[in-house]
């Protein structure tokens, strides 16, 4: 199975990956990085459905 995992921060996901190997081994994951959701937060102090 396919996972796709968004992250906020690029190091997040170290940790993340090993978690699913540890847990998951079968998964397959594919990771994107959003580093504009961090932005968003800290300007708005939320997030936004857009």
């Known amino acids: 199975m ?3 995992l968004i ?3 690029k ?4 940790p993340i990956e090993s978690s ?3 847990l ?3 998964a397959t994951l594919m990771n ?3 580093d504009s959701l961090s932005t968003d937060l800290a ?3 939320r ?3 857009a």
């Open 47 to 49: 997030l936004t459905d």
């Open 20 to 22: 699913f190997a540890r």
């Open 11 to 14: 190091h997040s996901i170290g």
């Open 32 to 34: 994107l990085v959003d």
């Open 2 to 4: 396919r996972i796709a």
């Open 43 to 45: 300007r708005d102090g």
């Open 24 to 26: 998951w081994p079968d």
């Open 7 to 9: 992250h906020a921060l």
